[in-house]
């Protein structure tokens, strides 16, 4: 898929990889709109992701999350950015890789750590070893992150701005 006739960008990723903030400066490189299906789904609920999580649990969350992707997913010019679990289920992952040009954010465990060291907002984080969650995400969600994407983006070199000119100039 080339960009010229991909519809969208949607951005994957571990917690920390920069979805969001990468996403914002590629919208305003790229003048498409910014949308964050996290901040999307605490819009339409009502509510946080740590509080769908407590009163849900994670499965109520996925079914939310799937819901919104398959919803955003049929917009057209728009960067997305998804939650780190998006790729989990299949359906979302047909979604991204069908209707959209789709980057993996690689980012090494160490500098998730270090970017998501002050936030509380993520439920799957809050346990006494977050390193040891990290790692096990990464090992089980890396290979279906690589099975959506159309391009691989490293993104331990450079400020997030430079990263989202990087990949303009990377694109299709
Ligand atoms: N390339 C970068 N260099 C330095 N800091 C960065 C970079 N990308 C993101 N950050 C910082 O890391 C933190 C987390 O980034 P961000 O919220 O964009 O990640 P995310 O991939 O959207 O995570 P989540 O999946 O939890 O939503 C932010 O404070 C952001 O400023
Ligand atoms: O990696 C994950 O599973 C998550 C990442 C965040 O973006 C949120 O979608 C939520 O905290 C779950
Ligand atoms: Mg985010």
Known sequence: MSLRTCRNIFLVGPMGAGKTTIGRCLADILHWQFVDSDHEIEARTGATIPWIFDVE???GFRRREAMMI?????QQHIILATGGGAILRPAN???LHQRGFVIYLETPVSMQLERTAMDKNRPLLQTPNPEQRLNDLLRIRDPLYRETAHLIVPTTDGCARDLAHKIVNALP
């Open 70 to 74: 398959a919803e955003l997913t049929q």
């Open 57 to 59: 649990g994670e499965e």
């Open 93 to 95: 992952r047909q979604h």
